[in-house]
């Protein structure tokens, strides 16, 4: 039976035990943390842009598509004219730089990092966005003010 065995070799068995059991207990949960930590600024870091602000020169504006998913810009100003827009690829995703009325996209990708296109707007406010749908909906969409 199990009171021939030595009450304190057990208990102290037991004791290792749970000490043991404790720290992987709080090891796992640590790791996981730090695994959520790191997804999350990792998301922070592209997701959250900033509040940019851009004003065309001479009628030109450059732009930096960033991975992920972010432009360097969140509003262009320009005036009613002639617009000029140079994306650049900053990272290793292709993105493009979108308008839907009127009518305007230039794509980057890693082989072709720098696209140019000219559009011409009216005085008014113009959304742009990167036209893959994840990537706007995580936060490369801006506007254009055009006076
Ligand atoms: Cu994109």
Redesign the pocket.
């Known amino acids: 039976m199990s009171r021939r065995w030595n009450p304190r070799r057990d208990l102290r068995g037991a004791h290792l035990h749970s000490g043991y059991a404790r720290r992987m207990g709080r090891a796992v949960p640590l790791a996981i943390l730090l695994a959520f930590a790191l997804v999350l600024a990792a998301c922070g870091g592209g997701g959250g842009g900033s509040g940019a602000t851009k004003t065309a020169a001479n009628g030109k504006v450059d732009v930096d598509?960033r991975d992920p998913?972010s432009f360097d810009v969140k509003t262009i100003n320009a005036t009613a004219g002639p617009l000029t827009v140079t994306l650049h690829e900053k990272g290793s995703?292709?993105?493009?730089f979108t308008i839907s009325d009127p009518k305007f996209e230039i794509t980057v990708t890693p082989d072709k990092p720098v696209a140019t296109g000219t559009v011409t707007l009216k005085a008014g406010t113009y959304s742009f966005k990167?036209s893959?749908d994840g990537?706007a909906a995580a936060g490369?969409v801006g506007q254009i003010v055009v006076t």
């Not at 995703?93 to 493009?96: A, F, K, N, S």
């Open positions: 598509a998913y995703q292709t993105h493009t990167c893959y990537h490369m």
